[in-house]
């Protein structure tokens, strides 16, 4: 038999428990959105963010793994794109560096 102070309380924990999923679910969604933005746009808005929150409360690794999974497979040609030089005195776009000679891209990180 349930006591009458546990069914009092028993409205108020469901209240509080949908309450946090619906809280958990539009803090996700924030996140998720905020990840297929312009990696601007996701620093603006991940540097207000309260960043252990976003580790311990979002599957992040997995948000992030699919929002920014990309459509090239290997083999495929590289979208093209501008750079700017480093002095910051001309602009290079890929496609015009592709017209005289291979281009080979390597991303990574030597520290």
Do not use: C
């Amino acid at each position: 038999m349930i006591s009458a102070p546990m069914t009092r309380w028993k409205p108020i924990l469901l209240r509080v428990a949908i309450t946090l999923a619906i809280l958990w679910v539009a803090f996700v969604g924030v996140v998720w959105w905020s990840m297929r933005q312009p990696p601007e746009k996701f620093g603006r808005v991940m540097s207000r963010m309260p960043v252990p929150a976003v580790f311990v409360l979002a599957p992040f690794e997995t948000l992030w793994l699919r929002a920014r999974a990309g459509t090239l497979h290997p083999g495929d040609s590289a979208p093209d794109f501008t750079l700017t030089t480093l002095d910051k005195s001309a602009s290079i776009q890929l496609s015009a560096l592709n017209r005289h000679q291979p281009v080979v891209l390597i991303f990574g990180s030597y520290t």
